[in-house]
């Protein structure tokens, strides 16, 4: 028999809550949340901003929250995955083994890129990150990926509301040639940096659309400049297209 014990009315309410989440593609709002679970509504309000901080959900601003980072670290980590995880994962390798370059799966939070599964392999040069890494505000290729999923007004109203860093002299530091890219990758289905975020360093990552709409996602490569020549990473930009299309297929797109 299990041990007697004394059930948590709060984990119950906070479960109740998650698996609300889960079950809906649209971000929801604390006063939404209290009538649907006929919660109060300052318990709701407690546990969404404990899970808040604890970055298992993100505040999307406007007064709505949906799935952060560290969900999807917890179910990488987990015997049973997300299936993003589990379907993008074999794509992950192919590209590592096709393209001898470190290949990545990262989630949107806000205006950065957090990093939830990897196919790193050493083949050479390696340029690797450790899973569960958050990446600066605008820093690197997938959040431009990420970005075009999104309608052109909010990308318009994320990009005025931040500061561009110039992370190298190749950088977008202005908000216009920023959304005029992003417009670009969602007519395109691909993003490129060319020395924007590392200094000496070329990547290219593509859009993945989970079947949970609240989520943004892309997968993308890495390489040095003698592993990415120009010719080269336009190939492999369009590799990635092909297989973003096979994943977003398995995904219900």
Known sequence: ???????VPAIEKCFT??????????????????KQ????????????YTLVDLKVLDDLGDGKFGFGPHFFILGSTSGKRSRLLQVVHPYLERINKETRLPAFL??????????????DWAHGITLSSAIGMQMPVLGGVGIKAMLSLLHQDEVEKLIGSTTLERFTDHSIT?????????DKVRREGIAFDREEYV????????PI???NRQIQAAVWIVGLQHQLPEESLLKEGELL?????????RLGW
């Not at 679970?37 to 969404?48: D, E």
């Not at 990262?106 to 196919?119: C, E, F, N, P, Y």
């Not at 202005?174 to 992003?182: N, P, R, T």
């Not at 200094?199 to 593509?206: D, I, R, S, T």
């Open 241 to 249: 297209k092909g297989i973003a299309q096979e994943i977003n297929q």
């Open 209 to 211: 659309k989970p079947h």
């Open 106 to 119: 990262g989630i949107r939070s806000h205006l950065q890129t957090v990093l939830i599964d990897k196919a």
């Open 17 to 34: 809550i998650l698996n609300l989440f889960s079950k809906t593609d649209k971000y929801l709002g604390i006063s939404e949340i209290s």
């Open 174 to 182: 202005d908000k216009g040639k920023y959304i005029e890219v992003i």
């Open 37 to 48: 679970l006929t919660l109060n509504k300052s318990t709701v309000f407690n546990i969404i």
């Open 199 to 206: 200094e000496g360093m070329l990547a290219a990552g593509v």
């Open 1 to 7: 028999m299990p041990p007697a014990y004394k059930s």
